[in-house]
């Protein structure tokens, strides 16, 4: 992976997380419909908030949010499926896994490239 396509691939992940965040706000409005917002669940709540953070992560190009924001995804899609007992949106769900793991290889990539080689910093005391 070459510096452009490591910048695409992250680019990529990170609007895919917008997109994920955007239907969570929705169905958190679609699920208060029948009653208030106060009746959602607030994990709803934390999952949007976790979600941007990690968002915003992956957009400043750190590898530590593109690394979680993979794990989380995947680890909370399995936890839905596992309590609630639906396997709805599998094949959505791992295209968003898809592009979140391209964006980790990504953001290695990127700093694995954009760092160079290393070079020697000990300094040479011989006369």
């Known amino acids: 992976m070459n510096l452009e396509q490591a910048k695409t691939a992250m680019r990529i992940a990170w609007k895919m997380s917008l997109v994920s965040i955007l239907v969570t706000v929705m169905l958190t409005f679609v699920y208060a419909s029948g009653g208030s917002l106060a009746q959602v669940d607030w994990w709803n709540w934390v999952d949007i908030v976790l979600m941007l ?5 992956v957009y400043k190009k750190h590898r530590a949010s593109t690394v979680l924001l993979f794990v ?4 909370s899609k399995i936890y839905f499926w596992i309590v609630y007992g639906v396997f709805l ?7 968003f896994a898809y592009f979140f793991f391209r964006g980790v290889q990504g953001a290695i990539a990127y700093h694995r ?3 160079g080689p290393e070079e020697d910093t000990a300094v040479n005391y011989s006369i």
């Open 72 to 75: 989380y995804y995947v680890v």
């Open 113 to 115: 490239l954009n760092n």
């Open 53 to 57: 953070a990690l968002t915003y992560g």
């Open 89 to 95: 949106g599998i094949p959505i769900a791992a295209v």
